[in-house]
């Protein structure tokens, strides 16, 4: 799945109360768990980075994850053409190793 723009729509975490998301602690992981098999998980952890979403659970990553990868990678001018540009890689790869096997 390509690069989706207006991806709230196609987030799984839309028909979950945003009171789950937005926890402390263990339950934390349960927000995380949402995340797991979102077809937009990348998507929204660019959100979460490029707008340094402070409360909550954004793409899989807790708002201390978050805080502790903009730290390792201060220079990120963009999160989303950095995960739009890795997302695209793996695909691109995935299609390659896919056809590879089937020949």
Known sequence: MSWVVDWTKHAVCRKTDP????????????AKAVCSGCPVRAECLAYGLDNRVEFGVWGGMTERERRALLRRRPTVA????????????Y????????????A
Do not use: H, M, P, Y
Not at 19 to 30: H, K, M, T, Y
Not at 93 to 102: C, F
């Open 19 to 30: 009171d789950e998301l937005f926890v402390q602690g263990a339950a934390q992981n349960r």
């Open 78 to 89: 963009s999160w989303q053409r950095l995960l739009q540009t890795a997302k695209a890689e």
């Open 91 to 102: 695909e691109k790869r995935s299609v390659r190793s896919s056809t590879s096997r089937i």
